[in-house]
């Protein structure tokens, strides 16, 4: 049975998950458009190994 903490924890899942994947594509075409590495990192939040792996 589901209850109501399990329906806000699975909106807060995938409210973050939507989350991560926009800075991922914002990143992504960021590297794209030649932007400095720093820079994207410092902007969206994630680590050079995150931005390597786009």
Request: hydrophobic share 35%.
């Amino acid at each position: 049975m589901t209850t109501e903490r399990d329906i806000r924890n699975q909106i807060k899942y995938a409210h973050d998950e939507g989350i991560a994947e926009g800075k991922a594509e914002t990143a992504a075409e960021l590297k794209r458009l030649g932007i400095d590495h720093d820079v994207i990192c410092k902007s969206t939040g994630l680590t050079e190994e995150q931005l390597a792996k786009l």
